[in-house]
C-alpha cells in the first residue's frame, strides 16, 4: 500500500513497516511553501525494526551505551547523534528521523555492542537538515568514531554501497558489532516521490 504524506512516500512492506524517504533537492522558493502547508513526519525508514525480535518490546529496550556523537574525518563529520524513536504514524511504524543531525535507530545495537548499531540522517533539506549530504564520499578504509557520552569506539568502514529503496536487509541483526549508516541516494524518482536507492555504509569495530 501506498501514502503520499505530503513531500514523504510511505510504502508499507509485507511486514506492516514503513519506507518513507525525504523530498528530492528542490529550490528553497518550492519546498518551503511546500513545508509550511504540509508539515510533514520527520521520518526515514527502511522498514525492518533491526531487533532480534520485531516486537514492539524489544525495540523499546533502552540502548545500554547509546551514540551521542559520530565523527568521520574522512569527509568532516561531527555531528550529535540522539534518538531515532519508533513512533506510530497513520498505523504504521516508523523511525523518526531528528532534524539538522544524525539519529540512532531504536531497538539497534550500542556504541560499541554486538549487533548492528543503525544511524539514519537526512540526505538534504532545507527544513530537515543535511547531516549525511557527504556520506557518499566515505571510502572502505575510513575511520569512523562513535562516542557514548566520553567512551570512544572507533569502527573502520568495510563497505559503501547503493541499495534498492525496498532493501531491508541492511538492518538486520548482525552477530559482530557493527555500525551502519544510511541515507538516501541514487535517483529521484518523480512518477513515485521518491529516492530511487539508499546509501548504506556499514564498519567493522576496531579490536
Request: glycine fraction near 8%.
Amino acid at each position: 500500500m501506498i501514502r503520499l504524506l505530503g513531500s514523504f512516500l510511505t510504502i508499507v512492506g509485507l511486514a506492516g513497516f514503513a519506507v518513507v524517504m525525504t523530498a528530492p533537492r528542490l529550490p528553497a522558493s518550492v519546498v518551503e511553501p511546500m513545508v509550511k502547508v504540509v508539515q510533514p513526519i520527520s521520518a526515514l525508514v527502511l522498514g525492518h525494526v533491526p531487533t532480534a525480535s520485531a516486537s514492539p518490546a524489544d525495540a523499546a529496550t533502552p540502548i545500554s551505551s547509546p551514540i551521542t556523537r559520530l565523527v568521520i574525518d574522512s569527509i568532516g563529520l561531527d555531528t550529535s547523534v540522539v534518538p531515532a524513536p519508533m513512533v506510530e504514524h497513520d498505523g504504521l511504524r516508523t523511525w523518526d528521523v531528528p532534524r539538522f543531525v544524525a539519529g540512532q535507530a531504536e531497538g539497534s545495537a550500542g556504541a560499541g555492542e554486538l549487533g548492528n548499531a543503525v544511524v539514519i540522517g537526512h540526505l538534504t533539506s532545507l527544513t530537515l537538515g543535511h547531516v549525511f549530504e557527504y556520506l557518499d564520499a566515505v571510502s572502505p578504509g575510513d575511520l569512523v568514531s562513535v562516542f557514548s557520552s566520553e567512551q570512544r569506539f572507533d569502527y573502520r568502514v568495510a563497505s559503501v554501497h547503493d541499495v534498492a529503496r525496498t532493501d531491508v536487509a541492511v538492518v538486520d541483526p548482525s552477530t559482530t558489532p557493527t555500525l551502519t549508516l544510511i541515507t538516501c541516494s541514487g535517483l529521484w524518482l518523480p512518477t513515485v516521490g521518491d529516492y530511487n536507492q539508499r546509501l548504506v555504509v556499514t564498519a567493522e569495530l576496531i579490536s
